[in-house]
């Protein structure tokens, strides 16, 4: 393939997704460049081909598309305001990261005022599925571009899901989906909790649900990290507790009353204030 | 088979699980007889080859095997005071019911004072497991009469899990085992209402999920139930709210801190105020 097929991709932010996301862009043949807000996390993928940027500047610098993958709404917006002398008119702006409902239409709004391309594009996945390429990428934008687009997210994920032409609408899908993940997070942790409270081997409660209606790959990941008491993490206590706080935000603006969902934000609150906030979200169990 | 191998088994309670249940005894070669609170419900199984008999005591009158399938606690106890004059001593009491953590160790001390053997052994799965005789026996009780009592699960079950000797166990797991399928429940409804309240097509969740490691048996089966507005009964929200009570008093017996149960109660709570008592649980999403 010509190697002016394959566009310059600026990656800002290399955590737990945003470093597999450069690996592999990188694999497929992109010419990455790679800017993190701690240096050395960006730096430790020179190894696998990536350029390590020391501005964001540095990183949009030529480059055809930005693929921002950061913690939250505000650290997208200081990296773009960064980024922002060197971004090329009509640059594509891929915003992987999950920012809830009203900063990514804020975002979208800054993309139109600095002649940025914007795809509202979250992934579905944590850290493992990010290193396998598969994500399930949940793509809203213009069909203009989406040739280009799509390669990218090919590189990153097993599965690109067109949802809308409009900025906004992967971004409150996003939210219902992080709702199930906690969801199941919180009830397993509760449910283990429970036998454990009442003198049952909480390993039980695995025995029985395993290979019935109610089993997952999820239940039997995190049942595991429970039982063994290893939080390695996959998806952050602090990270959800800020994803269940755009959930509640959301929510509210919208109406609905999610009575489960607060709950379990009191549980990630309280995993956080104990000091878990870096563990896997299966640190619930814990709170 | 000789005949006399065959107990006769006194099945009293024949609704969603205990219908099923008298049925597939039957099946297996059982002499089955059965009573329900509500005679029509029992006359319906005469079809089955099932007696429906008019009292407790009658239905007990000779019996080998006495099961209880009934609502709760207090409609266990009161068939069995109505059929204490006929019970024979030394029956074998085969105690389904969910009741939870203080009615088990009552029932079981009565079936101590009146020469029963006493059981604990509550069943995970609903009205199609009971149906296709594929129900999880948990159970707790002595080892000295299991070949004949596990002739009866097999009869009703796939698995019977052998929890205890001491009954008691058996019913604290299934409080455990309840409180995952009503967290899945609430967090599938929750997930699903904040999609449609942002304006995106709901079924796009089910989409993202389905074949991934959060998709399950029972999430694709929930989720097809509120698509469609298909509230049909396998677990009703009038037996879940019952149940998610004897779950927090577990929880508060044992200092368990369930924040997300308890606000999963209040849902059920407010769909029962709301006239949904008869419908599936899966109507959380409508609370």
């Not at 955590?15 to 240096?39: E, Q, S």
């Not at 030529?62 to 960064?82: F, K």
């Not at 060197?86 to 920012?99: D, F, P």
């Not at 906004?168 to 993940?181: E, I, Q, T, V």
Request: proline share 3%; net charge neutral.
């Amino acid at each position: 393939m010509n190697t002016q097929t394959f566009p310059t991709i600026a990656v800002l932010g290399t955590g737990l997704i945003g470093a597999p996301v450069a690996r592999n862009l990188h694999k497929r043949g992109f010419k990455v460049r790679a800017w993190n807000r701690t240096a050395g996390k960006a730096q430790a993928l020179a190894a696998d081909g990536v350029e390590a940027c020391a501005s964001p500047a540095d990183a949009v610098q030529d480059a055809d598309i930005i693929v921002t993958v950061l913690n939250d709404g505000r650290s997208v917006q200081e990296a773009m305001l960064a980024a922002a002398p060197a971004l090329r008119q009509g640059a594509i702006w891929l915003q992987l990261s999950t920012v809830g409902v009203d900063a990514i239409t804020s975002l979208a709004d800054w993309a139109g005022q600095h002649g940025l391309v914007f795809y509202d594009a979250p992934v579905q996945g944590t850290r493992q599925p990010a290193e396998m390429a598969q994500l399930v990428v949940l793509a809203s934008g213009p069909t203009a571009q989406r040739e280009t687009v799509q390669a990218v997210f090919e590189a990153i994920g097993k599965r690109t899901l067109w949802v809308a032409e409009q900025p906004g609408a992967s971004s409150r899908l996003k939210l219902a989906l992080n709702n199930w993940a906690f969801a199941l997070t919180h009830g397993l942790a509760e449910s283990l909790a429970l036998a454990t409270g009442l003198g049952v081997d909480p390993a039980l409660v695995v025995d029985v649900v395993t290979g019935g209606p109610m089993d997952s790959g999820y239940f039997q990941a995190k049942a595991a990290a429970i039982l063994a008491d290893n939080y390695a993490t996959s998806f952050s206590i602090a990270n959800a507790a800020k994803d269940a706080r755009l959930v509640m935000d959301a929510a509210a603006q919208s109406g609905v009353r999610l009575d489960a969902a607060q709950a379990g934000l009191q549980r990630f609150e309280r995993a956080l204030a104990a000091g878990h906030g870096a563990k896997d979200m299966a640190a619930s169990y814990l709170a």
